[in-house]
């Protein structure tokens, strides 16, 4: 059996976790969620699923003590090295150094106008009054992952049930891998948060008033001079876990922000990294979507870090259009084109990982543009020279134009949209034939 405590104190301990008081009523009694104890035994249980880990049924318990809170599990006899990883990985995003970080710059941000200056009232439709709470990305995977994602999330939605994985964006980013033909998506769910805040949120986000500017990163969780330094932290732990240790770089970073929706990460990336990035042609740093490289974390960092700048997994979905030049987005079609390139991206970049090999994350750009765009690059309309990859750009639109906001998900699956686009027809596969079922 594998047993460890939570770092910290009791209240930091739980503090760390959605308060169960705070949750959604009908979630709290289906999940059984009424302690904060079966809170923790929630999400651990989401994480070892996430990663692969298998464990002998019924054997995770957390237990509270007046030290604080203790997690068991056994794991199965292949999964018994990485059990002992997830607990190291456990304990380390929760210490004073990561999630007690997270917990200190929410705190120092309380105590300013910056903490939701929208209280009491709604920016959506759906999610009430404004609400900010501290939020850590839990549930995900964290030890077997193939690589991060820098967003802007998780919307209040993700902590009033208790699941970070299951909403539109999530949904979403998981269709996209599929179609990118990567086999385990749930390897890719490892998300950081630029701001580990919950908030209104589900794809109705309080666009056009954005009340997260990039500076509440830069003051709050990547501030040395003050100590709240969470943010690169955690990317350090989470792109280096102890699996990727013999490789000479870290997992590949993914930074999400459509330039047209939570344009966040890429603008704390832009500011935080502006020495090691490329210039324009008036001398300034440059995080534009499909951009790549590799990064140094920290001046010290021993590995560099491969990263591509791309579009918010929910961006095309909120803000993508039929119609216009198709070499810009909210052109849908471009929007597809440059999320089906990152989901490629990474799928090239783990598949030399794990033959032992490192693939420069530029070669990489190249191949999944040449795959979605017909060209090296993606600075132009995408033509994907392959019949079925030209269908799947399609579908993947189809689903996006016809969002039902009833179900907060697309109208049609990847198969409907699939079959819609084929009946459609036309040599270039357009999406832009509306939401209303097809005559036979």
């Given at each position: ?6 770092p910290?104190?009791p209240e930091t301990?739980a ?11 009908a ?10 104890e ?7 249980a989401s ?9 002998v ?19 199965l006899?292949d999964?018994r090295?990485a ?5 190291q990985?456990h304990?380390?995003?929760?210490d ?8 200190r ?6 105590k300013?106008p910056?903490?939701?200056p929208?209280?009491g009232?709604p ?17 995900m995977?964290i030890v077997?992952?193939?690589a991060?994602?820098?967003l802007?999330?998780?919307p ?12 539109a964006?999530?949904r979403?980013?998981?269709q996209l891998?599929?179609?990118a033909?990567v ?8 998300i950081?948060d630029?701001?580990p805040?919950?908030?209104p ?5 309080e666009?056009p ?5 990039i500076n509440?990163t830069s003051?709050?969780?990547d501030?040395?001079?003050e100590?709240?330094?969470?943010l ?15 490789n ?15 344009p966040q990460?890429?603008g704390w ?11 324009d ?8 979507v499909?951009?790549s ?20 997994m ?8 039929c ?5 810009f ?8 084109a ?5 989901a ?6 783990d598949?030399?990982?794990?033959k032992?090999?490192?693939l ?13 765009f017909g060209a090296d ?8 020279p392959?019949a ?7 579908a993947?639109?189809q ?21 819609r ?6 040599t ?10 097809l005559?036979?």
């Amino acid at each position: 059996m594998i047993r460890y405590r939570l770092p910290g104190s009791p209240e930091t301990q739980a503090a760390l976790y959605p308060d169960p008081a705070r949750l959604d009523p009908a979630t709290r009694e289906q999940a059984g969620l009424h302690t904060t104890e079966a809170v923790i035994a929630h999400f651990t249980a989401s994480s070892l699923r996430q990663d692969g880990i298998g464990i002998v049924a019924g054997s995770l318990h957390v237990e509270r003590d007046a030290q604080g809170y203790t997690v068991s599990f056994s794991p199965l006899e292949d999964s018994r090295e990485a059990g002992a990883q997830f607990a190291q990985m456990h304990v380390a995003l929760l210490d004073e150094q990561h999630g007690a970080l997270a917990l200190r710059g929410c705190a120092a941000a309380q105590k300013t106008p910056a903490w939701n200056p929208m209280a009491g009232y709604p920016v959506n439709r759906s999610d009430g009054p404004s609400e900010w709470l501290p939020c850590l990305p839990l549930g995900m995977p964290i030890v077997n992952h193939a690589a991060v994602t820098l967003l802007h999330y998780p919307p209040i939605v993700a902590y009033r049930h208790c699941d970070y994985l299951n909403n539109a964006t999530l949904r979403r980013w998981a269709q996209l891998l599929t179609c990118a033909g990567v086999p385990q998506p749930e390897r890719y769910h490892a998300i950081v948060d630029v701001n580990p805040i919950a908030a209104p949120g589900s794809g109705e986000s309080e666009y056009p008033n954005d009340f997260f500017p990039i500076n509440l990163t830069s003051l709050f969780f990547d501030n040395e001079a003050e100590g709240l330094n969470y943010l690169r932290n955690v990317l350090a732990l989470m792109l280096d876990p102890p699996a990727n240790a013999a490789n000479p770089y870290t997992l590949p970073l993914l930074v999400g922000g459509s330039p047209l929706y939570d344009p966040q990460a890429p603008g704390w990336f832009r500011t935080r990294f502006k020495d090691q990035l490329p210039r324009d042609k008036n001398g300034s740093p440059r995080a534009d979507v499909l951009q790549s490289g590799l990064v140094r974390l920290h001046p010290d960092s021993p590995k560099m870090t491969p990263y591509l700048v791309v579009n918010h997994m929910i961006a095309a979905g909120v803000t993508g259009k039929c119609g216009g030049d198709p070499r810009f987005i909210p052109n849908i079609s471009k929007y597809e084109a440059q999320d089906l390139v990152a989901a490629t991206f990474l799928a090239l970049m783990d598949a030399a990982r794990q033959k032992g090999q490192h693939l420069d994350p530029q070669e990489a750009t190249r191949q999944a543009c040449q795959r979605w765009f017909g060209a090296d690059d993606g600075s132009g309309a995408p033509v994907p020279p392959a019949a079925d990859d030209r269908l799947t750009l399609c579908a993947l639109a189809q689903m996006d134009i016809c969002f039902d906001p009833k179900v907060v998900g697309p109208k049609w699956t990847f198969a409907q949209a699939q079959e819609r686009c084929r009946k459609a027809g036309g040599t270039d596969l357009s999406p832009c034939f509306g939401c209303d079922e097809l005559k036979a």
